[in-house]
């Protein structure tokens, strides 16, 4: 008999083809609740789920007795409760790496974008107000020969760095767990602690995972180490942020402006004061968005699913502190 597989995001109909080939699937093009009721009852002898942003936790898992594997189709996986899968002996996995250059490419965009004031300039000459745009106080900052700060130098940031590095003649500074060797000798970057990086650079990019340890790792104090000309960036989750701190950082001016792919919650709610602010430029978490890319992410994913669920270990298992105990 085939593994039932419960599918609770939109998926690409060839993966889904994939999964079908091994795989009984029940297939949610979206669920917005891990309380939906035809969920829950498909749950009971699901063994495999396949999806992301849902959070998987122990409430959830105390109606899932038969799962084996939860494949996230994320390089992130702060939605997944790893203690309570790993109790269970449940699999996790992530995909990482097939989203490094794409996410890259939006956090340059955002960098640049925010820089050069893009939305609001766009905005303008759509609505007929080209002359006025000529005025010095409608200009940005230079992107290129700057200070670019990298907080999480793992494949992402590497690949940002890259970018910098080679295309924009940027110094690079960045602050990790452990040192990056790839980013040091080929980019150039300078590893230094997370003030120094604060207060040397144009540009502070946040690219580290969502953890207990990085929760809020910027705030009021982090923000006033900035420099004040400087820009913030964020791709990496929004809790990672101390969102009313960025808020006051940016009314205060204690920094220039803000290029932001991602918000706590999401999606970002109407009343958000960074909503108003013509020097935060906003995207709707679509690091990794293109087509390609959303399509190798959910292959692999579908790749990591079918091979658990044989009984072999998928290529992204995610090996967490817990699960290697
Ligand atoms: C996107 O945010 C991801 O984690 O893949």
Redesign the pocket.
Known sequence: MKPKVIVYKKVNQKVLEYIKQTCEVVYFEELDSQNDSEFLHELKDAHGLFG?GLGIDKKLLDQAPQLKIVSNV????DNLDLLELSKRGIMAT??PEV?NET?ADTVMGLIIATARRMPELDYWVKNGQWDSMLEEKWFGVDVHHKVLGIIGMGGIGTAIAKRAHFGFNMDILYHNRSRNHEAEQTYGATYCSLEELLNQSDFVCLMTPLTPETEKLMGLREFEQMKQSAIFINAS?GKTVDEEALIQALQKGEILAAGLD?FDPEPVQKDNPLLSMKNVVTLP?I??ATMETRFN?AMLAAENLVVGLKGDVPPNLIKSEVNTK
């Open positions: 992301v994320a390089v992130g996986y992530n995909t989203l996410v989750r991602v978490h690091g990794s992410m």
